[in-house]
């Protein structure tokens, strides 16, 4: 199927919000199969049942073959994101918001 032509605004916002989809899908993927995170404040629990697990990966195949579709039409590519550019965003969002504990906001 041919190329659909839009505006590059238009593009790049699809783009993203297939990208920010995409994302969701990964962790839902990761929950599906049982695969939770756990740390020191913060912990996920596991509450689908097997039922339920087996209900979101066919729900989250429908949904990437969706996506897939629409990049393929729109002629869309990919972004690659490299891990060490996710943590210094990261960082500087929890630094800012850390800072902001010691702020006299909070006295």
Known sequence: MASIELSENHRRSISITLQLVDQALCEWDDWANGRVQ??????????????????LQKQITKVRELVVRLRDDLGLEPKNIATSHLIIGQTSLLWEMLTELSSRGLQ
């Not at 629990?45 to 097997?50: A, V, W």
């Open 38 to 55: 756990s740390g020191i404040m913060y912990r996920q629990l596991d509450t689908l049942s097997p039922a339920q697990k087996h209900q």
